[in-house]
């Protein structure tokens, strides 16, 4: 059992793999909070429930609140995460592991956008199972620039 909270958010195009992945979740443990979409609804738009994702996040920051949202691409869930103060959102739709390693080592990613229409659920498991247990390394460089970003305005 983990006490990090768990957000999950999808739309339409990723409401499938986040059943998947919260049933992963759950099994291992994590405390798990749906924002939805909690149905299947084909034409519901995405900005919705990303934003309630990553507004949780943000309210989070002290806390270690980690989300993981679900869309087609993966990309416009991300651009919606990353418009909140201290939300840094990265995107994975497949591959190398070790790229999305370094979302959480070098950059302390805190939301994980997983493009759905490229990723299998057993792919999206292993990816967000790597991703929660990576921890950010602590690098003063790494501090210095995550500093930069959040100052942006």
Known sequence: MTNIPIIL??????????????????KK?????????????????????MSAAALKVAEDLKGGAKAIIFGGSGQGEAM???RFPGVRAAVWYG?????????????????LSIGARFVETDAACDAVETW??????????????????????
Do not use: C, W
């Open 95 to 111: 591959g190398d592991l070790e790229v999305l390693k370094k979302t959480r080592q070098d950059n302390d990613a805190n939301i």
């Open 132 to 153: 929660l247990t990576t921890p950010f390394s602590e690098d003063e460089r790494h501090q210095r620039r995550i500093g930069q970003i959040d100052a942006i305005e």
């Open 29 to 49: 443990g994590y405390a798990v909070t749906d924002v939805g979409a909690h149905e299947l609804k084909e034409r519901d738009d995405y900005p919705v429930y």
């Open 80 to 82: 919606v995460a990353n």
């Open 9 to 26: 958010a999808a739309d339409h195009a990723g409401f499938a793999l986040k059943e998947a992945v919260k049933t992963f979740l759950q």
